[in-house]
C-alpha cells in the first residue's frame, strides 16, 4: 500500500512564519512582600434557617360532672335473659347443647337491654380539666455567615484590596504574593 503526502505550497506556509516570527518574549516574576493590614470589613451571606419543632398547646376546658343515675340491675337480667333464651333453644332444637347455647345468647341479650335501660344521672355542675395537644411548628431563623474578609493593604508604597478566608484585624502583618510580567512591545 501507497502512501501520499500531502506536501504545502510555500505560499500557505509563508503566513505562519511571518506571523510567528513577531512573537516577543516575556518574563514573570514573583516575589513576597509584606504589607499591613489598616481596614478589615467582614463579608457575610445571610440565609433563613427553618426549624421544624413539636409545640404542646394546652388549655382549661369545662366538663361537666354527672349526679349519681338510677343503676339497672345486670345480673338479674342476665338471669332471666339466660332462663328465656334455655327454653327457646330446648324448643326450637332437638339436639342436645340447643338450650346451652340459647342460655347464652338470652344471657347477653339481657345484659345489653339491663346497659340501655340505666339512666344516666343529671348534669350537677362543671369542673375544669386541662386539655392539651400537639402541633408541628416551623421556625424560621436569618443566619449570618461569615465567607471571608475584605483587607485594604499597605505594601510596597501602595494600597491594595485583597479577600481572604482566615479571620484579619487591623495591624496585622501579611504575606503578599506579588507577581510581575515583563513583555517586548
Do not use: H, W
Not at 339491663?114 to 400537639?134: L, M, P
Amino acid at each position: 500500500m501507497k502512501r501520499f503526502l500531502a506536501v504545502r505550497p510555500l505560499f500557505a506556509i509563508l503566513p505562519m512564519i511571518v506571523l510567528f516570527s513577531g512573537v516577543s518574549s516575556a518574563e514573570t516574576r514573583v516575589e513576597s512582600i509584606i504589607g499591613t493590614e489598616f481596614k478589615v470589613d467582614t463579608l457575610t451571606q445571610s440565609f433563613i434557617r427553618k426549624t421544624p419543632r413539636d409545640e404542646q398547646v394546652c388549655s382549661l376546658q369545662d366538663v361537666p360532672v354527672y349526679g349519681q343515675g338510677k343503676q339497672g340491675d345486670e345480673i338479674g337480667s342476665m338471669i332471666i335473659g339466660g332462663l328465656i333464651g334455655s327454653a327457646v333453644g330446648n324448643k326450637l332444637s332437638d339436639s342436645n347443647g340447643g338450650g346451652a347455647a340459647g342460655a347464652v345468647a338470652g344471657a347477653l341479650l339481657g345484659r345489653q337491654a339491663a346497659k340501655k335501660n340505666t339512666q344516666q344521672g343529671q348534669i350537677v355542675g362543671y369542673r375544669q380539666q386541662e386539655t392539651c395537644q400537639t402541633n408541628r411548628v416551623i421556625y424560621e431563623e436569618e443566619v449570618n455567615k461569615v465567607i471571608g474578609y475584605r483587607v485594604r493593604v499597605e505594601a510596597d508604597g501602595q494600597m491594595i484590596t485583597l479577600e481572604k478566608n482566615s479571620p484579619a484585624s487591623v495591624g496585622d502583618r501579611i504575606e503578599i504574593r506579588k507577581q510581575v510580567t515583563y513583555s517586548t512591545r
